[in-house]
């Protein structure tokens, strides 16, 4: 393509009233159902992926102003959710599709903002690039933006590349010329740009994130944040990141759960010394079900819950601002550890035959396995915990004083 910050032809299909994204949504779902054995035997998802950009799901953040459904970050957790029982590889598409669609505001150029919209209603994706290997963590970046003429000159090399493969645009994060971090939109086709379909994780096959190469690459200087700190990341992309993963984490124990139910219900077969005519009737596993249930309906509530306070908040609602980052810790541990538990308890229910391999009923658990391993849970109770001490100490203090001799 000569030109990848032109203009597209390609046709819009949007949503709109956002009455219909739920009948939509439940469509696609069904629809990543039938695909979701055969993609991840062959590892290939191009079929999946098509299906997304047709569906005009990929708009819902879309202002209204622009074309767009505007739709909250409730419809977006929602949509999420509701496409991670079926395949949570596709359904992480759309993290950084979300996000990054909601920063697309902070840019300076309405030339820039109205192509990018543009691209979004026509069912392009937008990935992202920040993680690196080599450093200390992931986020200790070797990747550079530096001025050059009327734009920036982007270097560097990125892994876990999310949702690259088959994206029209990618947001690159790294080291801008002021020392703290910039980031870039850059065209998956720019010249120096170079994706490799080599993600080769456990499991999220179809979140499609390849390495990504930056040799030389030119962007201009519309496309791109200069400073991308602390103060934007809350209002765009990283708590909204964060709660679509506590969705994934959740949409995959609900689908565990759907294909597990289903098999106690019809399954015909019951374990040799059990003296119930049909596994069904077992109390034993009827109690365990219950329990699960309860857990999943739990974190299904609190999930909800903060997709609200993250609505208010991004409405310029500061004073949720606390109130949110307490609500999103709890609902991203234990989304992860509701995520483990049912993908792995699942088998125990109908028993050894669960293990089939042509099943692929494994995947729900590779793919919670491989989402729950960047971020460790431990980390998220312990973070819940200290801000709780820190916030309840001067309350204490002033309520509680010690006796005057």
Same mark, same amino acid.
């Given at each position: 393509?000569?030109?990848?910050?032109?203009?597209?032809?390609?046709?819009?299909?949007?949503?709109?009233?956002?009455?219909?994204?739920?009948?939509?949504?439940? $469509?696609?779902?069904? #629809?990543?159902?039938?695909?979701?054995?055969?993609?991840?035997?062959?590892?290939?998802?191009?079929?999946?992926?098509?299906?997304?950009?047709?569906?005009?799901?990929?708009?819902?953040?879309?202002?209204? #102003?622009?074309?767009?459904?505007?739709?909250?970050? #409730?419809?977006?957790?929602?949509?999420?959710?509701?496409?991670? $029982?079926?395949?949570?590889?596709?359904?992480?598409?759309?993290?950084?599709?979300?996000?990054?669609?909601?920063?697309?505001?902070?840019?300076?150029?309405?030339?820039? =903002?109205? $192509?990018?919209?543009?691209?979004?209603?026509?069912?392009?994706?937008?990935?992202?690039?920040?993680?690196?290997?080599?450093?200390?963590?992931?986020?200790?970046?070797?990747?550079?933006?530096?001025?050059?003429?009327?734009?920036? =000159?982007?270097?560097?090399?990125?892994?876990?590349?999310?949702?690259?493969?088959?994206?029209?645009?990618?947001?690159?994060?790294?080291?801008?010329?002021?020392?703290?971090?910039?980031?870039?939109?850059?065209?998956?086709?720019?010249?120096?740009?170079?994706?490799?379909?080599?993600?080769?994780?456990?499991?999220?096959?179809?979140?499609?994130?390849?390495?990504?190469?930056?040799?030389?690459?030119?962007?201009?200087?519309?496309?791109?944040?200069?400073?991308?700190?602390?103060?934007?990341?809350?209002?765009?992309?990283?708590?909204?990141?964060?709660?679509?993963?506590?969705?994934?984490?959740?949409?995959?124990?609900?689908?565990?759960?759907?294909?597990?139910?289903?098999?106690?219900?019809?399954?015909?077969?019951?374990?040799?010394?059990?003296?119930?005519?049909?596994?069904? #009737?077992?109390?034993?596993?009827?109690?365990?079900?219950?329990?699960?249930?309860?857990?999943?309906?739990?974190?299904?509530?609190?999930?909800?819950?903060?997709?609200?306070?993250?609505?208010?908040?991004?409405?310029?609602?500061?004073?949720?601002?606390?109130?949110?980052?307490?609500?999103?810790?709890?609902?991203?541990?234990?989304?992860?550890?509701?995520?483990?538990?049912?993908?792995?308890?699942?088998?125990?229910?109908?028993?050894?035959?669960?293990?089939? =391999?042509?099943?692929?009923?494994?995947?729900?658990?590779?793919?919670?396995?491989?989402?729950?391993?960047?971020?460790?849970?431990?980390?998220?109770?312990?973070?819940?915990?200290?801000?709780?001490?820190?916030?309840?100490?001067?309350?204490?203090?002033?309520?509680?004083?010690?006796?005057?001799?």
């Amino acid at each position: 393509m000569s030109n990848p910050f032109g203009t597209s032809a390609n046709a819009a299909v949007v949503i709109s009233p956002l009455a219909e994204v739920t009948a939509t949504n439940q $469509r696609l779902k069904r #629809e990543l159902d039938a695909l979701a054995v055969t993609s991840d035997q062959k590892s290939s998802y191009q079929a999946a992926r098509a299906k997304l950009r047709d569906s005009g799901l990929l708009g819902l953040r879309v202002p209204r #102003e622009m074309g767009g459904a505007g739709g909250t970050q #409730e419809h977006v957790i929602a949509v999420t959710r509701i496409l991670a $029982r079926a395949d949570a590889g596709i359904a992480q598409l759309l993290q950084p599709h979300y996000g990054f669609t909601d920063t697309i505001a902070l840019l300076p150029s309405a030339q820039a =903002r109205h $192509r990018l919209y543009q691209d979004v209603l026509n069912g392009e994706r937008i990935a992202n690039a920040a993680s690196e290997r080599g450093g200390k963590h992931s986020a200790d970046f070797t990747t550079t933006l530096v001025p050059e003429g009327e734009g920036y =000159r982007l270097n560097g090399r990125k892994y876990y590349a999310t949702g690259s493969i088959g994206a029209r645009w990618i947001t690159v994060i790294g080291k801008g010329p002021h020392g703290g971090q910039t980031l870039a939109y850059v065209p998956t086709d720019a010249a120096g740009v170079t994706l490799q379909d080599d993600w080769n994780g456990l499991g999220q096959r179809g979140s499609s994130s390849g390495s990504l190469i930056l040799d030389a690459v030119k962007v201009p200087k519309d496309y791109i944040i200069p400073l991308w700190d602390a103060a934007h990341r809350v209002r765009a992309w990283h708590e909204s990141g964060r709660l679509i993963h506590a969705a994934i984490d959740l949409g995959i124990a609900e689908g565990t759960f759907e294909w597990g139910a289903h098999a106690v219900a019809t399954d015909q077969r019951i374990p040799f010394e059990s003296p119930y005519r049909l596994l069904a #009737e077992d109390p034993v596993l009827q109690y365990q079900m219950g329990i699960v249930s309860a857990r999943v309906r739990a974190v299904a509530a609190l999930l909800t819950e903060t997709s609200r306070l993250l609505d208010a908040v991004q409405q310029q609602d500061a004073a949720s601002l606390s109130a949110l980052q307490a609500a999103l810790v709890a609902t991203k541990a234990l989304a992860a550890d509701v995520s483990l538990s049912v993908s792995s308890e699942v088998f125990s229910w109908s028993g050894a035959r669960t293990a089939d =391999r042509a099943l692929r009923i494994e995947r729900y658990w590779r793919n919670a396995r491989t989402r729950t391993l960047h971020d460790p849970v431990r980390l998220r109770y312990l973070e819940l915990g200290r801000s709780l001490i820190a916030d309840a100490a001067p309350t204490f203090s002033s309520t509680h004083q010690d006796p005057q001799p």
